[in-house]
């Protein structure tokens, strides 16, 4: 029992120093870690901070052999941002800021049609 709460002392954190550390991770890896367990699977939408590696995200999603998996950045940003509900965001990559503009652009666009 003692070992099992040693090995987990990462976890009995407050969920501000969980975010601290997790901020200075890219989103997408922030993300992967709401698989550790249930006390981790919200903290990721606590994270200040929205920071997307654009670059590896396109590639890693046009090197997909299957369109079945096929995932745009855009769908990948526009689900993130869905799931963190209202908590608010401190600093965007700038590549983020301008697809976001983007996407605010086009639902205007296509709200006023």
Same mark, same amino acid.
């Given at each position: 029992m003692?070992?099992?709460n040693t090995r987990n002392r990462i976890s009995n954190l407050p969920d501000s120093l969980l975010c601290h550390?997790?901020?200075f991770l890219p989103t997408i890896e922030a993300v992967a #870690?709401?698989?550790l367990s249930?006390?981790?699977k919200t903290v990721? #939408?606590?994270v200040p901070n929205l920071y997307f590696d654009v670059d590896k995200i396109?590639?890693?999603s046009n090197s997909s052999s299957s369109d079945q998996y096929h995932v745009t950045f855009a769908q990948i940003l526009f689900r993130v941002w869905a799931l963190r509900n209202v908590n608010r965001v401190q600093k965007v990559s700038p590549k983020v800021v301008s697809i976001l503009i983007l996407i605010l652009l086009i639902?205007?666009?296509v709200s006023v049609q």
């Open positions: 003692a070992q099992n550390i997790l901020s #870690t709401s698989l249930s006390r981790w990721w #939408t606590l396109e590639a890693i639902s205007i666009h």
